[in-house]
């Protein structure tokens, strides 16, 4: 398999998403990573599950400490977004966080650390609340951290 630092990542093909990644990505990040009322958002580009093929999405995040975390709410959908089973093949990722593109490796929250990573998540991005109560599903945080 290639690179995905090199590789050239399929993005998604339309909807604000796709205009949002596109915009990020073509700016090198200068344009994109703060979104709507100065929400920060990072690339992340996986490894697809069944086809192997690198992928390309835009997400919120939240700063804990050196490492960046994120929800894989999907807006409250009844399943998980496809990135979400990506990173659980394969954890290997690459994030672009502005102008800065770098290798990292995810992992799940624990229990014990789940109260305080959402309250940082819903203090960049309250809505996530709400997308809670419209799921039965347990919304799992996804932390990485850069490697070195």
Same mark, same amino acid.
């Given at each position: 398999m290639a690179d995905l630092m090199?590789?050239? +990542?399929?993005? +998604?093909?339309?909807? !604000?998403?796709?205009? #949002?990644?596109?915009? *990020?990505?073509? %700016?090198? $990040?200068?344009? @994109? #990573?703060? !979104?709507?009322? $100065?929400? +920060? /958002?990072?690339?992340? /580009? /996986?490894? @697809?599950?069944? %086809? $192997?093929? =690198?992928?390309?999405?835009?997400?919120? &995040? =939240?700063?804990? $400490?050196?490492? *960046?975390?994120?929800?894989?709410? &999907? =807006? @409250? %959908? +009844?399943?998980h977004p496809d990135w979400y089973f990506n990173l659980a093949a394969d954890p290997q990722v690459v994030l672009q966080v502005g102008q800065e593109r770098f290798r990292a490796r995810a992992r799940r929250d624990v229990p014990a650390d789940r109260a305080r990573l959402w309250g940082l998540m819903t203090a960049v991005w309250p809505d996530y609340d709400e997308y809670a109560k419209h799921t039965t599903r347990e919304i799992p945080l996804v932390v990485f951290t850069r490697e070195v």
């Open positions: 090199i590789e050239t +990542p399929v993005d +998604p093909a339309e909807g !604000w998403v796709a205009d #949002h990644v596109r915009q *990020y990505a073509d %700016s090198n $990040g200068t344009e @994109g #990573h703060m !979104w709507q009322e $100065g929400v +920060p /958002t990072l690339l992340l /580009t /996986t490894r @697809g599950k069944k %086809s $192997g093929v =690198a992928r390309r999405t835009a997400l919120i &995040y =939240a700063n804990n $400490g050196d490492e *960046y975390v994120v929800m894989a709410s &999907y =807006a @409250g %959908s +009844p399943t």
